[in-house]
């Protein structure tokens, strides 16, 4: 029995990791621009993509398309803030909305259009195969995607906390005015978080795809993941994130373990339900000052 | 003066005079080459060439391109030249009810060709009734669509919902008792399809009630919502439970990830069959790697089985970059095959003299040779695969074995 909680609880907290960095990039876009980026996973289709073609193309192993698809996500998000949403800035929050929704749209139908919808995976040297603990099985593929979604994760958390531009990003977040009288470039920073968002997104398609089969039009089903870790988590905190992840995991495979299995989706969203009840006004705030 | 006026007035004359010459004579040229150049017959249909089902429609359009160009080298059906409309559904229900609206009452298409999957079939097939059209069906199955019909669906697909599994259990009987499975798991996906392929329909077929017939115990019995995303705690069950059958009656990205989950969760049973979609026949299998060795599946023919077009429509796809061949390519130019035979042997477009025609003969096709039932299916047939040394080798029916079962031993 202990040997199957353990597997349980080892699974779950790996699953929560790759859940939370999912939800990572929605939820500082969300909390801290006050952004409903819909296209967050339309980003993350292409993280998937972009480490599909390095490997196929160039036999680049995916845990170095992890890091590679940092930079390359964060100077296309820069690249879509500046030349959509600079322009949606003064419009009412729902035209906002719909134009990200367009851009989510827009992205899958050229996905589809270079990709096809064929289902594809990728098989590294490790995905087939297992660390055993104890009787345990743990996937390597999903220990080496936790250990780079808790990297990424407290990276972001050390950047938000510790650097000067990370806190100037905070003060833009609990007031835009206020950081504008102080001189902070509200521009500049807005444009850099938005690209840290994507870069994220970016690096989570690539931990997903190194575990999960996808295609151009499935990886909209991560957008709901997002937003159930966004949602329980509250907005723009990093740990918060993480945490929710954690939980939203664990929930999964414990009730998986327990429980009848097309109940285990019931009890999440039910769960989801449940918070956005209870915390509505959290979620409110930060949409506040929605594009 | 006036005698310019005159002579335009002449020149115009006879400008006019032979225009409305030319123009006649251009006209009768015109349809005399018309009446040398017989009408076409027009085939039309739809297929999700964008959308959720994309994948498997590019590859019946490829067979349909395929078709044409063969058939009207050939000289057409009937003598006449054949055109093909087929419309983008995009793989939404009502898109193709407004197009096949459209194929019968304005394209007045002679020929009716599926769409593919029954989430898009189904919805399509009042409409054919009631035009009184025969439904060339090579995209989808369901066994009750078909009793419904009463014979004016036109099948190629060669086993339904409830057979599915029905080949790896006859498998399963021939092998000797001590190795056959005694502890079966079954993973289902939410869809009304797979839950016929575990269920059966009024107690007959289904996998749960060949687990039964061959004298198996079905220890585990869950099904999972279609986001599902990860199958460790499914996988944990059937290991748990001791389960040496394990069948994936799901699509082909579920039954990918769970080939995947066994292999990680290092599970062994004797059988694991994806045998809810054809999916080792699909590209993305090879690349599974190890995971994908030693899984069985399903599907209508093999190449090896010398049917009708087999061999050189695998050669095609070969040259489309496929290490394997896809089943829709098979029942694809299948349904074609019959349309063409049952067009040229009862030479008509007739509707009610071509169903008559098809239900009382055989037609050699590349998914078999085909007899019809009464409800418009063709009579069971079916191959087991198991994807052995990164090829897949037919290992039932015996007939047709290119290799020997490989059981896994726990």
Redesign the interface.
């Known amino acids: 029995m202990l040997e199957?909680l353990a597997?349980?609880a080892a699974?779950g907290i790996l699953?929560g990791l790759i859940y939370a960095i999912a939800g990572l990039g929605l939820s500082l876009v969300l909390g801290i621009m006050g952004i409903v980026n819909v296209a967050h996973s339309a980003f993350i289709m292409l993280g998937s993509f972009f480490a599909f073609e390095l490997f196929e193309r160039l036999g680049i192993d995916p845990i170095i398309s992890f890091f590679l698809a940092l930079p390359v996500f964060f100077v296309l998000g820069t690249v879509v803030y500046r030349m959509l949403l600079t322009r949606l800035e003064r419009v009412a929050q729902a035209q906002g909305l719909v134009a990200m929704f367009g851009l989510m749209v827009l992205i899958e139908?050229l996905g589809?259009i270079v990709w096809?919808?064929?289902?594809?995976?990728?098989?590294a040297s490790y995905?087939?195969?297992?660390v055993?603990v104890g009787g345990l099985?743990i996937?390597?593929?999903?220990l080496i995607a936790g250990i780079l979604a808790l990297a990424l994760t407290a990276i972001f958390w050390a950047f938000l906390r510790f650097t000067l531009v990370g806190r100037a990003i905070r003060a833009m977040s609990q007031n835009r005015d206020a950081a504008m009288s102080a001189g902070i470039d509200v521009r500049r920073l807005s444009t850099m978080m938005f690209g840290l968002g994507i870069a994220c997104a970016g690096a989570a398609g690539v931990a997903l795809a190194m575990i999960?089969?996808f295609?151009p039009?499935?990886q909209v089903?991560w957008l709901?993941?997002a937003f159930l870790v966004v949602i329980l988590g509250g907005l723009g905190n990093v740990a918060n994130t993480l945490v929710a992840g954690l939980i939203v995991g664990l929930l999964?495979?414990l009730?998986?373990?327990f429980l009848?299995?097309?109940y285990?989706?019931l009890v999440l969203y039910v769960l989801l339900a449940a918070v956005l009840v209870l915390r509505r006004e959290g979620l409110t705030l930060a949409v506040r000052r929605a594009i | 003066m006036m005698g310019m006026v005159a002579l335009r007035s002449g020149c115009a004359f006879g400008l006019v005079v032979a225009l409305t010459i030319w123009g006649a004579a251009s006209a009768i040229w015109g349809a005399a080459s018309a009446a040398a150049q017989p009408s076409p017959i027009v085939v039309g249909g739809t297929l999700g060439l964008t959308g959720s089902f994309a994948e498997p429609s590019t590859d019946y359009k490829a067979v349909y391109d395929r078709w044409l160009d063969e058939i009207n080298k050939k000289g057409g059906l009937l003598g006449r030249p054949v055109k093909m409309i087929i419309y983008n559904d995009e793989s939404t229900p009502t898109v193709a009810q407004s197009l096949y609206n459209r194929l019968l009452d304005q394209d007045q298409v002679d020929l009716v060709l599926a769409p593919y999957t029954t989430f898009i079939g189904g919805a399509i097939v009042p409409i054919m009734l009631s035009h009184q059209k025969l439904l060339f069906n090579g995209g989808f199955v369901g066994v009750n669509i078909f009793k419904n019909a009463k014979g004016s669906i036109i099948g190629s697909y060669t086993y339904q919902e409830p057979d599915y599994t029905r080949g790896l259990f006859e498998l399963i009987k021939g092998l000797p008792e001590d190795k056959r499975p005694k502890r079966v798991a079954i993973f289902t996906a939410q869809n009304p399809f797979p839950l016929v392929v575990r269920d059966g329909v009024g107690g007959v077929g289904g996998a749960i009630n060949y687990a039964k017939a061959a004298g198996a115990e079905v220890v585990v019995n869950e099904q999972y919502p279609p986001n599902t995303t990860d199958f460790t705690g499914l996988v944990q069950k059937a290991k748990a439970a001791n389960a040496d059958l394990v069948l994936e009656l799901g699509l082909p990205n579920d039954s990918l990830q769970v080939a995947r989950t066994v292999q990680q969760q290092g599970y062994k049973p004797s059988i694991l069959c994806t045998c809810g979609s054809q999916v080792t026949t699909l590209a993305a299998w090879p690349k599974l790697g190890s995971a994908a060795e030693g899984v069985f599946g399903t599907t209508v023919s093999w190449p090896t089985q010398g049917y009708q077009g087999l061999a050189e429509l695998a050669d095609a796809f070969k040259a489309r970059g496929y290490d394997t061949l896809p089943t829709y390519a098979i029942v694809g130019y299948a349904i074609l095959q019959v349309l063409e035979q049952a067009v040229e042997g009862a030479k008509t477009l007739d509707q009610q003299k071509l169903k008559a025609y098809i239900h009382s003969n055989e037609f050699k096709t590349a998914a078999g040779n085909f007899r019809y039932q009464e409800d418009g299916t063709p009579v069971f047939s079916q191959v087991v695969l198991q994807y052995v040394n990164g090829k897949n080798q037919v290992v039932w029916p015996k007939q047709f074995q290119t290799a020997a079962p490989v059981l896994k031993a726990p």
């Open positions: 199957h597997a349980i699974d699953l139908n589809t096809t919808t064929d289902t594809r995976v990728i098989t995905t087939n195969s297992s055993v099985f996937a390597k593929v999903k999960f089969p295609s039009n499935t089903q709901a993941w999964q495979t009730c998986a373990a009848p299995f097309d285990v989706y």
